[in-house]
Nanobody, 115 residues
Framework: QVQLVESGGGLVQAGGSLRLSCAVSVSIASISVMGWYRQAPGKQRELVGT???????NYADSVKGRFAISRDNAKNTVYLQMGSLKPEDTAVYYC?????????WGQGTQVTVSS
Protein backbone atom coordinates (compact mmCIF):
# COMPACT_ATOMS: atom_id res chain seq x y z
CA GLN A 1 0.00 0.00 0.00
CA VAL A 2 1.39 3.36 -1.03
CA GLN A 3 1.18 6.05 1.63
CA LEU A 4 1.97 9.73 1.38
CA VAL A 5 2.39 11.87 4.49
CA GLU A 6 2.61 15.64 4.22
CA SER A 7 4.07 17.84 6.93
CA GLY A 8 5.41 21.33 7.46
CA GLY A 9 2.24 23.37 7.29
CA GLY A 10 1.37 26.06 9.76
CA LEU A 11 0.58 29.70 10.32
CA VAL A 12 2.86 32.27 8.73
CA GLN A 13 2.70 36.00 8.10
CA ALA A 14 2.41 37.38 4.60
CA GLY A 15 5.82 37.57 2.99
CA GLY A 16 7.09 34.61 4.96
CA SER A 17 8.25 31.17 3.90
CA LEU A 18 7.42 27.56 4.59
CA ARG A 19 8.74 24.24 3.38
CA LEU A 20 6.31 21.38 3.02
CA SER A 21 7.42 17.77 2.90
CA CYS A 22 5.74 14.73 1.43
CA ALA A 23 7.18 11.41 2.58
CA VAL A 24 6.30 8.48 0.35
CA SER A 25 6.28 4.86 1.55
CA VAL A 26 7.82 3.55 -1.67
CA SER A 27 10.79 4.53 -3.78
CA ILE A 28 10.13 7.72 -5.69
CA ALA A 29 13.12 7.40 -8.01
CA SER A 30 11.04 5.80 -10.73
CA ILE A 31 7.91 7.91 -10.27
CA SER A 32 7.83 10.03 -13.38
CA VAL A 33 5.59 12.83 -12.11
CA MET A 34 4.85 13.99 -8.60
CA GLY A 35 2.54 16.89 -7.91
CA TRP A 36 1.51 19.36 -5.25
CA TYR A 37 -2.07 20.57 -5.13
CA ARG A 38 -4.02 22.84 -2.83
CA GLN A 39 -7.60 23.43 -1.88
CA ALA A 40 -8.83 26.62 -0.32
CA PRO A 41 -12.14 26.77 1.58
CA GLY A 42 -15.07 26.78 -0.81
CA LYS A 43 -12.86 26.24 -3.84
CA GLN A 44 -11.87 23.31 -6.01
CA ARG A 45 -8.56 21.59 -5.60
CA GLU A 46 -6.00 23.13 -7.93
CA LEU A 47 -2.60 22.20 -9.21
CA VAL A 48 0.32 24.04 -7.64
CA GLY A 49 3.12 22.37 -9.53
CA THR A 50 4.65 19.14 -10.75
CA UNK A 51 8.10 17.61 -10.67
CA UNK A 52 9.42 14.99 -13.05
CA UNK A 53 12.00 12.31 -12.43
CA UNK A 54 14.12 14.01 -15.09
CA UNK A 55 14.45 17.06 -12.88
CA UNK A 56 12.08 19.48 -14.55
CA UNK A 57 9.24 21.27 -12.83
CA ASN A 58 6.19 23.26 -13.85
CA TYR A 59 4.15 25.65 -11.77
CA ALA A 60 0.81 27.37 -11.78
CA ASP A 61 1.06 30.99 -12.80
CA SER A 62 -0.14 32.05 -9.35
CA VAL A 63 2.95 30.59 -7.65
CA LYS A 64 5.58 30.83 -10.38
CA GLY A 65 8.73 32.47 -9.09
CA ARG A 66 7.68 32.01 -5.45
CA PHE A 67 7.39 28.24 -5.03
CA ALA A 68 9.83 25.47 -5.90
CA ILE A 69 9.49 21.69 -5.89
CA SER A 70 12.41 19.40 -5.21
CA ARG A 71 12.94 15.71 -4.60
CA ASP A 72 15.23 13.72 -2.36
CA ASN A 73 15.20 10.21 -3.79
CA ALA A 74 17.32 8.87 -0.94
CA LYS A 75 14.63 9.94 1.53
CA ASN A 76 11.68 9.20 -0.77
CA THR A 77 10.50 12.71 -0.07
CA VAL A 78 9.32 15.57 -2.23
CA TYR A 79 9.38 19.14 -0.99
CA LEU A 80 7.48 22.31 -1.75
CA GLN A 81 9.47 25.41 -0.82
CA MET A 82 7.11 28.36 -0.58
CA GLY A 83 8.26 31.95 -0.37
CA SER A 84 6.74 35.43 -0.49
CA LEU A 85 3.56 33.90 0.83
CA LYS A 86 0.28 35.73 0.37
CA PRO A 87 -3.04 35.38 2.20
CA GLU A 88 -4.48 33.85 -0.98
CA ASP A 89 -2.02 30.95 -0.60
CA THR A 90 -4.03 29.82 2.42
CA ALA A 91 -5.22 26.28 1.71
CA VAL A 92 -4.75 22.63 2.52
CA TYR A 93 -1.80 21.39 0.50
CA TYR A 94 -1.68 17.85 -0.85
CA CYS A 95 0.89 15.81 -2.67
CA UNK A 96 -0.07 13.31 -5.32
CA UNK A 97 1.68 10.52 -7.16
CA UNK A 98 0.60 8.18 -9.92
CA UNK A 99 2.00 4.66 -9.82
CA UNK A 100 1.08 2.12 -12.49
CA UNK A 101 -1.97 4.18 -13.39
CA UNK A 102 -3.26 4.53 -9.84
CA UNK A 103 -3.42 7.90 -8.12
CA UNK A 104 -2.42 8.31 -4.49
CA TRP A 105 -3.00 11.35 -2.29
CA GLY A 106 -1.69 12.38 1.06
CA GLN A 107 -3.94 13.59 3.85
CA GLY A 108 -2.96 17.21 3.37
CA THR A 109 -1.32 19.86 5.53
CA GLN A 110 -2.87 23.21 6.36
CA VAL A 111 -1.11 26.41 5.40
CA THR A 112 -2.53 29.66 6.73
CA VAL A 113 -1.06 32.99 5.69
CA SER A 114 -2.08 36.00 7.78
CA SER A 115 -2.11 39.51 6.41
Amino acid sequence: QVQLVESGGGLVQAGGSLRLSCAVSVSIASISVMGWYRQAPGKQRELVGTSTSGGSANYADSVKGRFAISRDNAKNTVYLQMGSLKPEDTAVYYCRVTIIGRIYWGQGTQVTVSS
